[in-house]
């Protein structure tokens, strides 16, 4: 017995306040102990450790280097592999972010939500995109459309715009020849011999366009003292005002004498040679213009 006592001595240990104590040569065996124990091994005695709780110091291998590697700006683009979870270095959470210590260096962790597809899914749909671009060889791009309905539409307003202006210029063209010619208000003279008062001596006219009204002057045998006016009709209409009168001789009833053929833009109208003046063509009277 008291060799028995003698192997369950321990020494009482100057722990701190709050330390646990060690033990060493804990007995493994079974062996009866008896029950009378000195009061001096009371607060020291062990308590044998139950075999579902002994813990066991074991070698520890070398952690196995991480699938991680640094994408841009240091964070990490492929996830981990699931039997590499447990062995990854721990995260370290800056400012909410995760990171691991990867070769002294941070490198912020990436989730993904789905693994990327495989390589033949990838070239299935780049084949398929490809095939859809062409079988749709005419479509084009909006922007493309917008281009063309630019140019377009320019073209259309760049005709309008050189066709007024064109338009204009004609006209101011028009009008300052007739300003030369023929001043304002429109005069026009000239001299044919129709038989008034001498055969030989030509009779002097001037045809007016005096307030939109047409008016000839006849000086007949070019005696102004014996001047014959004749009123011709209106012209009615925006600018007629600067209409151009002219005069022609030609016989259009067959009597061998000239008559007059006044003309008023694209109008013409005619009077009779009776032999002494001139007079209005009658309704229904055979004349040839």
């Not at 204009?168 to 300052?176: D, H, P, S």
Request: charged letters at 20%; one cysteine or more; aromatic letters at 8%.
């Amino acid at each position: 017995m008291d060799e028995q006592r003698a192997n369950h001595r321990y020494r009482r240990q100057n722990l701190a306040p709050g330390a646990v104590p060690k033990y060493k040569g804990i007995p493994t065996t079974n062996a009866p102990v008896s029950d009378e124990v000195p009061e001096e091994y009371d607060d020291v005695w062990p308590v044998r450790v139950s075999s579902s709780a002994r813990r066991y110091e074991l070698e520890q291998e070398p952690p196995i280097p991480h699938s991680y590697r640094a994408g841009q700006q240091g964070k990490s683009v492929i996830p981990p592999r699931r039997s590499q979870a447990g062995q990854l270095p721990p995260l370290q959470y800056i400012d909410g972010i995760p990171y691991v210590n990867f070769n002294g260096q941070l490198v912020e962790v990436v989730a993904h939500n789905s693994p990327p597809p495989p390589p033949k899914q990838q070239a299935a749909t780049t084949k398929g995109q490809q095939q859809r671009y062409t079988e749709e060889p005419d479509a084009l791009p909006p922007r493309q459309h917008r281009y063309w309905l630019w140019v377009v539409t320019s073209f259309l307003l760049t005709m309008l715009v050189g066709y007024v202006i064109v338009t204009l210029l004609i006209a101011w063209y028009n009008t300052t020849m007739d300003d030369i010619h023929f001043g304002r208000p429109r005069t026009y003279q000239t001299d044919q011999r129709v038989g008034h008062g001498d055969n030989f001596i030509p009779s002097h006219f001037i045809a007016l366009n005096l307030a939109n009204r047409v008016q000839v002057i006849e000086c007949p045998a070019g005696d102004c003292t014996k001047a014959v006016i004749y009123l011709g009709p209106q012209i009615i209409g925006q600018g007629d005002t600067l209409s151009v009168v002219t005069l022609t001789f030609k016989d259009v009833n067959g009597d061998g004498k000239l008559d007059m053929l006044v003309h008023v833009n694209d109008q013409t109208y005619v009077f009779i040679n009776d032999g002494t003046k001139f007079r209005p063509a009658r309704p229904g009277e055979n004349v040839i213009v």
